[in-house]
């Protein structure tokens, strides 16, 4: 089970950061010699790989799935693919098929497709082969603050920001964690208080652009995920070990 797994390795190696491997080389080799150098160096401070679509788009799926995913997983580290599902049932289960069957522990999903031939498919999926699903519940940038702070009233219940309505439907469906910006730790505290203890917390926006990890971590993320602040800084190694501290009380 992908939520026992990242359990698992982040206790082993003391960290709960989460890579985002986002780098770029317009030559492929380049690139995917890169990801691999990368990820051998910070295999130890780190606690999972996410993989974004630009990589798939730049190395494709089969290539991805012989080397980064193959590497990952003999160093025991949890990849999870950030596809950010967004379609109808049929392609959202055809994609999320792939990517569990190609490797990946867990998949990015984004709530506003729903359930009925939306996500239904994508949680089918991952129930069946023990992977896990992440859900979209609060996005980093700045733009995101018009749709996921909107008011929305349900049919049933009461007025509230979609962010709430969404932290609601991740329980409901039974996901394996949410992703909030750590831009928001207001929202951070507000999720954690809707989902209780136990939902991880996947936090991206520290660094680059301009979320704090202590203070995530303070409002009730379990896990930051890190790109540019780890893959652009002059010694990864280093800088992903900098962010095990965050976590200490
Ligand atoms: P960086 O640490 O370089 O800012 O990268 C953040 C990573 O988290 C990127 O891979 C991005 O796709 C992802 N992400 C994000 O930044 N904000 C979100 O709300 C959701 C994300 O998945």
């Not at 950061?17 to 691999?36: F, G, N, W």
């Not at 089969?62 to 193959?70: E, L």
């Not at 590497?71 to 098929?97: C, E, Q, Y």
Request: hydrophobic share 45%; aromatic share 6%.
């Amino acid at each position: 089970m992908f939520d026992e797994k990242i359990r698992t390795v982040a206790s082993r190696n003391h960290s709960r950061t989460v890579l985002a491997l986002d780098i770029e080389d317009p030559d492929p080799s380049r690139l995917l010699e890169k990801s691999t150098r990368l990820i051998q160096s910070v295999k130890d401070e780190i606690c999972a790989v996410k993989i974004n679509r630009q990589l798939i788009l730049a190395l494709g799926i089969p290539s991805i799935a012989d080397t980064i995913i193959k590497l990952a997983s003999d160093l025991n580290l949890p990849t999870i693919m950030d596809a950010k599902l967004n379609d109808v049932g049929h392609t959202n289960g055809f994609m999320a098929r792939t990517f569990f069957d190609a490797g990946f522990d867990a998949v990015i999903a984004s709530p506003v497709a729903g359930w009925e031939n939306g996500l239904d498919t994508v949680f089918e999926a991952a129930r069946s082969r023990g992977k896990g699903i992440l859900l979209l519940t609060y996005m980093s940038n700045p733009g995101a603050e018009a749709f996921y702070s909107l008011r929305a009233k349900p049919s049933e219940g009461t007025e509230r920001p979609v962010f709430e309505l969404l932290a609601e439907l991740a329980m409901e469906w039974r996901a394996h964690g949410v992703v909030v910006g750590a831009t928001k730790p207001d929202v951070i505290s507000r999720v954690r208080q809707l989902v209780g203890p136990s939902l991880p917390i996947y936090s991206p926006g520290v660094g680059a652009q301009g979320g704090d990890a202590r203070r995530a971590v303070r409002a009730g993320a379990t896990y930051l995920i890190v790109g540019r602040a780890i893959y652009a800084a002059s010694d990864p190694k280093n800088a992903a070990r900098a962010f095990k501290m965050e976590f200490e009380p």
